[in-house]
T-cell receptor, first 114, second 112 residues
Framework: DTAVSQTPKYLVTQMGNDKSIKCEQN?????MYWYKQDSKKFLKIMFS???????INETVPNRFSPKSPDKAHLNLHINSLELGDSAVYFC?????????????FGPGTRLTVL | GEDVEQSLFLSVREGDSSVINCTYT??????LYWYKQEPGAGLQLLTY?????DMKQDQRLTVLLNKKDKHLSLRIADTQTGDSAIYFC????????????FGKGTTLSVSS
């Protein structure tokens, strides 16, 4: 009964490829997020969706495109992968996305671009 | 812009208390959080504090908030080797879909 799950856990791919990371939450939350953690462990928000609508889109290259088919899923598609995209990507969800909400994180997807 | 600062490393002996400090810049932050990340694992929420509180205690964890100085600390009593991890301070900002702004994380190393 995993709350926030991500697939795959590890992803190794060549530069220039296109890949997707999937995220699902079974908590009934309205808001989902993608965070990126780089090799120095710095965590930064990339996107957030509230009820399938994009709310936050930080300065992220447009090679990254989040897609939310329903409010329980937020997938991250990355085109033309670059070496600098290597990182751990965390999905998170929160009940309504307000200031009082706690965010619950998935286990992370470690992306390695060769 | 918003910024959250933490010291990067802390080393303690088993049984001692650990104190991890954090400063933040956004005075409109309503909630402040502490997350723990064990090696190779995801982020686990440890505790959080509402900005109108000064202190919150939860078993071995004590959170102190000095809103005037925008300073947050996490004290772990009787630190164990299993507490070795990276501890992230985070503040919440914005409206619906609000993101967390994380500090760079403090690596806590506990020696026996």
């Amino acid at each position: 009964d995993t709350a926030v799950s991500q697939t795959p856990k590890y992803l190794v791919t060549q530069m220039g490829n296109d890949k997707s990371i999937k995220c699902e939450q079974n908590l009934g939350h309205d808001t989902m997020y993608w965070y990126k953690q780089d090799s120095k462990k710095f965590l930064k928000i990339m996107f957030s969706y509230n009820n399938k609508e994009l709310i936050i889109n930080e300065t992220v290259p447009n090679r990254f495109s989040p897609k939310s088919p329903d409010k329980a899923h937020l997938n991250l598609h990355i085109n033309s992968l670059e070496l600098g995209d290597s990182a751990v990507y965390f999905c998170a969800s929160s009940p309504a996305g307000g200031l009082a909400d706690t965010q619950y994180f998935g286990p992370g997807t470690r992306l390695t671009v060769l | 812009g918003e910024d959250v600062e933490q010291s990067l490393f802390l080393s303690v002996r088993e049984g001692d208390s650990s104190v991890i400090n954090c400063t933040y810049t956004d005075s409109s932050s309503t909630y402040l959080y502490w997350y723990k990340q064990e090696p190779g694992a995801g982020l686990q929420l440890l505790t959080y504090i509402f900005s109108n509180m000064d202190m919150k205690q939860d078993q071995r964890l004590t959170v102190l908030l000095n809103k005037k100085d925008k300073h947050l600390s996490l004290r772990i009593a009787d630190t164990q080797t299993g507490d070795s991890a990276i501890y992230f301070c985070a503040e919440s900002i914005g409206q619906a879909g609000t993101a967390l702004i994380f500090g760079k994380g403090t690596t806590l190393s506990v020696s026996s």
